[in-house]
């Protein structure tokens, strides 16, 4: 999964006068593009595990 944070539409938005704070303000806007970024990758990092060990602590084997 490739998440892009559009840098270039933040720079343009400052350039045009909008606001940096606020309800509206282009910060707001990042920061939602980093935290889903950042997200994304927790989870695939965490579907990635290997569960197939005992997880509990590790001293025996179990079977379900």
Request: no cysteine; hydrophobic share 40%; charged share 30%.
């Amino acid at each position: 999964m490739k998440i892009a944070i559009d840098v270039e539409q933040f720079a343009k938005d400052i350039k045009a006068g909008k606001g940096i704070g606020g309800a509206d303000g282009t910060l707001g806007d990042l920061i939602k593009q980093l935290a889903e970024a950042a997200l994304a990758a927790e989870i695939d990092s965490h579907l990635l595990q290997d569960l197939s060990e005992n997880r509990k602590n590790g001293y025996s084997s179990k079977t379900m």
